[in-house]
């Protein structure tokens, strides 16, 4: 690898987001611009461009797998967001999921070089986090490639490109990995973690699951975003936490909030896989999103609850209450028509 500029640069950079229109990307993009930074916000499509719509930031269409656009995307900006979601279809090959998203992160973090970026912020997931039974999880319990233990197809792919991340990192780019939990808020166009809000509040699910997990507020996870890239150690991962919280803790604050019946009964693993697989039949059949995918059923699996006080601490994450986030993610979504 050749050698990367070193440096912080000015202290209004210029920045690009890889995935502006993502429900992380477009928080990510007004922490930028409270902070006075100009924008170049970069979806894939046109399709969800409205969650842009009023900000004063510079848009364009790129495909991160594709090398031409990427370095025409990064000329001038000395910061690098890499938020743009890559979601491995279910009915994928583990090993080209793998190698899709390992070769995306090869060809952002080459392009990002040779663009001479000054920072490189990684969107990872707390889902590269190992489960620790008895005590919360931190970043020094990430999983290590290849893996010894089954993990969700989302998690293993999730791990595999931190991984690639991380090693360029190792070899001196100036990468930061930050790992939100499950993100809830307004701006969740396209609905991966806001289905966790619709499932008990559109589709008023009358059972959940027994396990605990994290939620974060997005708007929050926009912040840490900006500050991994103004104050984080390079190389370092950092959670972006919330709150701890029982899937019924949070599925109760949905149904009050939305004003619905909050779920009754509580659903054995083996019948949420099956309602699992049935929703992803009525969704390919629709042509819409399954509204409890499996893979959120196996990621889930034993539930996760996360130390983020790393972030807190380094990067002064701020903490809004979960309830505020799901207030937001609610009032927006009835904005938007979804729900
Ligand atoms: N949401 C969460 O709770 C959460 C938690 C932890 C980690 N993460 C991770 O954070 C990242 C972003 O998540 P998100 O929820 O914000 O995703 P999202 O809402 O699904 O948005 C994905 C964004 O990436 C863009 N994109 C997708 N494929 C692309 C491609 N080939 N080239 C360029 N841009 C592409 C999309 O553009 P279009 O709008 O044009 O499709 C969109 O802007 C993902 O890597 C995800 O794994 C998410």
């Given at each position: ?14 920045a690009?987001v890889?995935g502006a229109t993502g429900h992380i990307g477009a928080h990510v993009v007004r922490a930028l611009l409270a902070e006075g930074c100009s924008v170049r916000a ?7 461009l409205s969650v842009l719509d009023g900000l004063p930031v510079?848009r ?21 967001f890499?938020a ?99 993100c809830?808020g307004e701006y969740d166009a ?27 507020y997005t708007g929050d996870v926009g912040v840490g975003h900006v500050r991994?890239a ?88 701020p903490?809004t209450?979960?309830?505020?986030a799901?207030?937001r993610?609610?009032?927006w ?7």
């Open positions: 690898m050749a050698q990367w500029p070193s440096g912080q640069g000015n202290a209004l950079p210029r690009l890889l970069a979806s894939h499509t046109p399709r969800y510079e364009i269409q790129v495909d991160v797998e594709a090398a031409e656009g990427l370095r025409a995307a990064m000329e001038g900006c000395e910061w690098v890499y743009a979601g890559y979601y491995p279809r279910r009915h994928a090959r583990r090993a080209q999921a793998v190698a899709r998203g390992v070769d995306a992160v090869r060809g952002v973090m080459r392009q990002a070089q040779a663009a001479r970026a000054l920072r490189v912020v990684f969107t990872s997931s707390a889902a590269t986090i190992r489960q620790v039974p008895g005590r919360l999880a931190n970043e020094s319990d990430a999983e290590r490639w290849p893996l010894t233990e089954w993990r969700s197809l989302y998690a293993t792919v999730k791990i595999a490109m931190e991984q690639e991340a991380l090693r360029w990192a190792q070899a001196g780019a100036p990468v930061i990995v930050v790992n939100p939990s499950l809830i396209h609905r991966f973690s806001g289905r966790a809000v619709l499932a008990f509040a559109k589709y008023r699910l009358p059972v959940y699951l027994e396990h605990h997990f994290n939620a974060v991994a103004q104050q984080g150690r390079v190389g370092e991962r950092y959670l972006l936490t919330g709150r701890n919280l029982s899937v019924k803790e949070f599925a109760d604050l949905v149904a009050r909030i939305a004003g619905v019946a909050a779920p009754r009964w509580r659903l054995p693993r083996p019948a949420a896989l099956a309602i699992a697989a049935v929703s992803e039949l009525a969704a390919a059949a629709t042509r819409t999103e399954p509204f409890l995918p499996r893979h959120a059923v196996h990621t889930s699996h034993g539930g996760q609850c996360l130390d983020g006080t790393k972030a807190v601490r380094e990067l002064g994450l903490q209450p979960i309830e505020e799901i207030r993610a609610v009032a979504f009835r904005q938007y028509g979804i729900l």
